[in-house]
């Protein structure tokens, strides 16, 4: 049930671009986005919700297809500060109508100078 | 409070020992949960409370693990018996649920569990 998250590690130079994406094997309402900084609290990125929206923030933007049950995190000329674990975050079984949150396999990106 | 904040921050313990990690979270955030993090591991989900009841405890590894939320507000998540693979990251997290999928996750830093 937990999302997979593709791919499991990158490294970047300095103005390289990324995709990271997450893969659900069931219908979704929403994807969360969070990047944990090592030894940190993961920290909320954005949120998207069920009607294939891209939203973006900085340089990093992200898209919903919730036909294909998948979300992908873009991340354009990368800065250092950009270095973390992503981590994309669903809703577990909608079908108790509770409010649970499970998480994907996470990405570890690192960029380089 | 400002943030989500839980403690100790660091929790060395002899197998076999009890141990109580606490949460308080942000104030007015009704749904709060807790996750496990082992070193260069993803989120393992754990429980969830809504107010104070739990509707989703799904994730606990065993019998010996339980947690419990009063007032709304405070969590408290115990180990029994601790054993060495319980070691780990304990995360708590709240959010202000609305009744949709569009409420973020604030996170405490954590409690570091080391079982000797």
């Known amino acids: 049930q937990q999302p997979v998250q593709s791919p499991q590690a990158v490294i970047l130079r300095e103005g390289e671009d990324a995709v990271i994406n997450c893969s659900s094997s069931?219908?979704?309402?929403?994807v969360h986005w969070y990047r944990q900084k090592h030894g940190e609290a993961p920290v909320f990125l954005m949120i998207?919700?069920?009607?294939?929206e891209q939203k973006g923030h900085d340089k990093i933007s992200a898209s919903f297809n919730e036909k294909k049950q998948q979300s992908s995190l873009y991340l354009t000329a990368s800065q250092l500060s950009y270095s973390g674990t992503y981590f994309c975050?669903?809703?577990?079984?909608?079908?108790?109508?509770?409010?649970?949150?499970?998480f994907g396999t996470g990405t570890r990106l690192k960029v380089l100078a | 409070g400002a943030g989500v904040s839980q403690s100790p921050s660091n929790k060395v313990t002899e197998k076999g020992k009890d141990v109580e990690l606490r949460c308080d979270p942000i104030?007015?955030?009704?749904?709060l949960y807790w996750y496990r993090q082992s070193l260069g591991q993803g989120l393992e989900f754990l429980i969830y409370?809504?107010?104070?009841?739990?509707?989703?405890k799904s994730g606990l590894p065993s019998d010996r693990f339980s947690a419990e939320r009063t007032g709304g507000s405070v969590s408290t998540l115990t180990i029994q018996r601790t054993q060495q693979e319980d070691s780990a990251v304990y995360l708590c997290?709240?959010?202000?649920?609305?009744?949709?999928?569009?409420?973020?996750?604030?996170f405490g830093n954590g409690t570091r569990l080391t079982v000797t």
């Open positions: 409370f809504q107010g104070n009841s739990a509707p989703d």
């Open positions: 975050g669903t809703e577990g079984d909608t079908t108790s109508g509770t409010y649970k949150y499970i």
């Open positions: 998207l919700l069920k009607g294939g």
């Open positions: 997290a709240s959010s202000l649920v609305t009744g949709g999928w569009d409420s973020p996750l604030h």
């Open positions: 104030s007015g955030h009704t749904a």
């Open positions: 069931k219908a979704l309402y929403s």
